[in-house]
């Protein structure tokens, strides 16, 4: 790490030791005594907001604002990760509106920028990005259905989206809405994104879905929308712009997503160590049985690669942009794999403990359920690992593969022949 990198790991690291983990309690006992309906947030997670920018550690995933690259960001993001339900609100730094501040501070007017970005970044409201539709396969951002239509000033949207990360948050004051605007248009370019705010008339936000039977305290929401009217003005960019918006959008985010996975791997790894080594059974530590080391060592080959991978991803984005092939296709490989990964340690983890493991006396299953449906947020699998290998099938080969593929094993004689 850089010099600026390790310094800001050093305060992040005393700022979760000396207070959000102490929070954790705190938090949880809150969001049982509300009930899964109630989505106000808790309390301590303001009074972690102030200290957080009392010491600096604010808005750290924006290189324009923290000047910190990608790769200087990614340890950061792994460090919140170990405390994913409150960390990355706590510095500012929380997914949706991480990459709601992003796509504002490239593609907003001054104006837009002004009404909400600048609150955004201040942690005063939340947002959320409603791309995700239930009638329509919406890793391919083409096959949306919601229609944006021109109405002299305004755009009338009609539609359906769920999945809604952030929408039950009563903070949450301001939507980025993936619509189609020409039919007609070549596929790439019917889509137009636009600033919907909440409580604009039409906006019906009809059930918070709950994950593995878990509510989220921001809520995933379904939302109908039904002859919305907004101004023209509100649009994002041009029209047509909204797929290019969204593909902007994703690259970074996706990294802090497998970042602060891995630092949910390494908080299971630590809990799975810990239980290992006070676990008596058959008349020795849990930690003495040959399967348990193999887990366990299993799980840090696993975390060390992904890591790795995901630094990897985070410096291409640093050297050759967001747009970058080599930077898209890395990308999909983390995505691919960071889930996965914190899945693998997760379940070995609960394994481990029992009985315990599946209850809510451990942040286990929790944390289980949250990175099991990683693996189907921003693009499901399936698609990153289409993505991987188009990108194999369509290199140029190189002079070692040319060279191997080149040869005719036809004219080659078998060992078994020879002598006849």
């Known amino acids: 790490m850089s010099a600026k990198a390790q310094d800001y790991h050093q305060r992040l690291t005393e700022f979760m030791v000396e207070h959000v983990f102490p929070a954790e309690q705190a938090y949880h006992e809150y969001i049982v005594a509300k009930g899964p309906h109630d989505h106000t947030v808790p309390p301590i997670v303001e009074d972690l907001k102030k200290i957080a920018k009392e010491r600096g550690l604010w808005n750290l995933f ?142 019906h936000i009809s059930r918070s879905l709950p994950v593995f039977g878990w509510q989220d305290q921001h809520g995933h929401c379904e939302i109908i929308f039904d002859n919305v009217r907004v101004p023209a003005g509100n649009l994002l960019g041009q029209e047509g712009d909204g797929f290019a918006i969204a593909q902007a959008r994703l690259g970074p985010g996706r990294i802090h997503h497998c970042m602060r996975a891995l630092g949910a791997a390494e908080r299971a ?21 040959g399967v348990v080391r193999e887990a366990i060592a299993k799980s840090r080959n696993e975390i060390d690669q992904a890591r790795l991978l995901c630094h990897k991803a985070a410096w291409t984005i640093d050297q050759q942009g967001n747009k970058s092939k080599d930077a898209q296709v890395q990308v999909a490989q983390i995505k691919a794999v960071a889930p996965q990964v914190a899945c693998n340690v997760l379940d070995r983890a609960i394994q481990v403990h029992g009985g315990g493991g599946v209850s809510d006396d451990f942040p286990l299953a929790r944390l289980y359920a949250w990175h099991r449906a990683m693996r189907l947020f921003d693009g499901p699998d399936e698609v990153h690992m289409r993505t991987i290998a188009r990108a194999e099938l369509g290199k140029e080969k190189s002079p070692l593969a040319a060279a191997v593929c080149a040869q005719d094993r036809s004219t080659w004689v078998h060992p078994d022949t020879v002598g006849e």
């Open 269 to 289: 790894l630590a809990l799975m160590i810990d239980r290992v080594q006070k676990r008596v059974a058959f008349g020795k530590p849990l930690a003495e049985q």
């Open 62 to 203: 924006l290189p324009a604002v923290s000047g910190l690259t990608n790769l200087e960001y990614a340890p950061l993001a792994e460090i919140s990760g170990w405390s994913v339900d409150i960390a990355p609100e706590a510095i500012n730094c929380a997914a949706p509106d991480t990459g709601n501040m992003e796509t504002l501070h490239l593609f907003a007017t001054e104006e837009q920028r002004k009404q909400w970005l600048e609150p955004l970044l201040e942690g005063k409201i939340r947002s959320a990005f409603a791309m995700t539709e239930p009638a329509v396969a919406s890793s391919d951002a083409r096959n949306i259905q919601t229609t944006m239509v021109r109405d002299g000033d305004h755009y009338v949207i009609n539609g359906r989206k769920w999945w809604i990360s952030g929408a039950a948050d009563p903070r949450c004051k301001i939507l980025i809405v993936m619509g189609r605007t020409d039919p007609e248009a070549a596929s790439h370019r019917q889509q137009s994104m636009i600033l919907v705010p909440v409580d604009t008339p039409g906006v």
